[in-house]
C-alpha cells in the first residue's frame, strides 16, 4: 500500500504522465509535483505511489550514493 | 536522454552487499542493539533479503508500526465491516490488504461474498472514476496509510470537488508517523537505540521531521531507501553514528528525500485534512497522529455524510499478538499462532494478512 516504486517516464501528457515500471506501462498523475520546482522529461524517473508521482528520482545524487557505496567496500 | 542508471538492480547487487556486511562487522558495536524500521517496505525488505540474519548477532532489527493496515484499530475494522453489511447499495473501494483483514465477527471479504458492493482500487483516483461513472451509486473510499498516501487521497478529493463529483467520499484512517515513533519512545515498553526511517514517508514529510528523536530522545535516525543495498547502507550509517556517540538525521536515500520534503504534497494533503487524535492498534489513542477531513471538504467526508457507528472494542483477538508486534515487543515466531493457526490462508490478525505486515514477511521469507 505504501509500496512506491521508481518508473521511467515515457510519455507527458498535461497533469499526468505515462511512466513504464518494470515493464508496465501505467498513468500518474503530476498533482502533488510542483510545477514550477520540478522539470520532467521522457527518460526520468519518478516515485509512483497510489497513482501519482510523489517524486522526480535524482540521478546525481543515486550515482554519488553508489560512489559512497563503493568507496566504503 | 535516457537516464543511466534504472534504480533497481544497482542497489541490489551481490557483491557490494557482501562487502558492506563485512563493513557492519567492524563497527558493529560489542554490546547489543536494537535498531527499528518503521516502514512495511522494510519489513518485507529486511525479510526478503534475508538482512536480519546476516548482520552479527547483537544487532537486532525490530519491526515498529509501519503497516497502515497493521495499525487499523479493530474498532475501525469493525465499523466498516457493519456499514457494509448494512448499506449493500454503497459501493467500498479500498487497497487490497483491508479486505482480509479479521474484524472481531466478520470481514469485507466475508460480505462480499454475502453480497456487499467491496471494490479493489489500485488508486484512491479508481475510485473518483467509478462514483463519475455511476451517479446514482454512493461510492466509499475506505482509506488508511500513512503521509505517502494522505497527499494522494486529498489530491482525489480536490479533484472530485473541482469537477462536481458529489457521490464520492472518505472514511480517513489516515495516520502519521513521528508522533507514534514518539509515543513508542515514551511508553518505554521497548528499547530502541536507533531508528531506521521510512522512504517514502519521508519523500512528503522531509527528513528535518525526525529532529526531536535525536534532540529529545538522543536517537540518531537514518532515513534509508528500500533495496538491500539502501538498507544495509543505511544501518551502517546508524552504527557509525552509535560507535561514535552521535544522535542525528541522516539520509541515506538522496535520490529521492529532502530535507524540507515534497512541499507541494505537503499543501494539498493539509488543504484536505488536519491532524486529529488516532487510535493505534497496540499503542492505543495518540494526539494528533491522524487525520480528519476539514470541515471545508465535509461534503466528502463519510462520517458526517453517513452514520458510520463506533462500538469500543479490545484490538486483538484471543491469542493474536499483533498489538505487540506492532510495537516490536514479540517477534512474530513467539506468538503462539504463527503459521499454526494464524497463516497467510487463515490468518488471525492484520500483521499476517498484509504484505506489508511483519508477520507475513517472517512467514514468507524467515520461517524455519
Known sequence: MCLGVPGEVVEMDGDTVLVDVGGTRRRASLMLLDAEGVELTPGDYVIVHAGFAIQKVDEQAALETLRLMKDIS | ?368
Open chain 2, 1 to 368: 536522454m535516457s537516464s543511466t542508471i534504472r534504480y533497481i538492480d544497482e542497489f541490489r547487487r551481490k557483491g557490494p552487499a557482501r562487502a558492506m556486511l563485512r563493513r557492519i562487522e567492524d563497527v558493529a558495536p560489542r554490546e547489543c542493539v536494537s535498531i527499528m524500521e518503521i516502514c512495511g517496505t522494510h519489513t518485507h525488505s529486511i525479510s526478503k533479503y534475508g538482512i536480519r540474519g546476516a548482520v552479527p548477532t547483537g544487532i537486532r532489527l525490530l519491526s515498529g508500526p509501519g503497516c497502515p493496515v497493521c495499525v487499523t484499530a479493530q474498532a475501525d475494522i469493525n465499523r466498516i465491516v457493519e456499514f457494509s453489511r448494512r448499506n449493500p447499495s454503497v459501493v467500498i473501494a479500498t487497497f487490497g490488504d483491508m479486505l482480509r483483514v479479521p474484524g472481531t465477527f466478520s470481514s469485507l471479504e466475508k460480505e462480499r461474498a454475502e453480497g456487499a458492493d467491496i471494490r479493489v482500487v489500485y488508486s484512491p483516483l479508481d475510485a473518483l472514476e467509478m462514483a463519475r461513472r455511476d451517479p446514482a451509486k454512493e461510492v466509499v473510499f475506505y482509506s488508511v496509510g500513512f503521509e505517502t498516501t494522505a497527499p494522494t487521497v486529498a489530491a482525489t478529493v480536490i479533484k472530485a470537488r473541482r469537477e462536481g463529483i458529489r457521490n464520492f467520499s472518505v472514511l480517513s484512517l489516515h495516520k502519521l508517523t513521528p508522533p507514534a515513533m514518539k509515543a513508542l519512545l515514551d511508553s518505554g515498553d521497548v528499547n530502541i537505540d536507533g531508528f531506521i526511517c521510512p522512504g517514502h514517508v519521508t519523500t512528503v514529510i522531509g527528513a528535518g521531521a525526525y529532529g526531536f528523536i535525536a534532540k529529545d530522545y538522543g536517537a540518531p535516525c537514518v532515513v534509508a531507501g528500500f533495496e538491500p543495498l539502501d538498507a544495509l547502507y543505511g544501518l551502517y550509517m546508524l552504527l557509525l553514528q552509535l560507535r561514535d556517540g552521535r544522535a542525528e538525521i541522516e539520509i541515506e536515500y538522496t535520490r529521492v528525500v529532502t530535507w524540507e520534503g515534497n512541499k507541494r504534497a505537503q499543501e494539498v494533503m493539509y488543504e484536505v485534512f488536519e491532524r486529529a487524535d488516532s487510535r493505534w492498534r497496540g499503542l492505543g489513542e495518540i494526539a494528533c497522529s491522524g487525520l480528519r477531513i476539514r470541515g471545508e471538504f465535509s461534503h466528502f467526508d463519510a462520517e458526517k455524510r453517513f452514520d458510520m457507528g463506533y462500538v469500543d472494542c479490545d484490538d486483538d483477538q484471543a491469542g493474536c499478538s499483533c498489538g505487540e508486534v506492532i510495537k516490536g515487543l514479540v517477534a512474530p515466531s513467539e506468538c503462539t499462532l504463527f503459521a499454526t493457526a494464524c497463516t497467510p490462508e487463515t490468518p488471525m490478525g492484520p500483521c499476517m494478512v498484509s504484505s506489508e505486515g511483519t508477520c507475513a514477511a517472517y512467514y514468507r521469507y524467515e520461517r524455519i
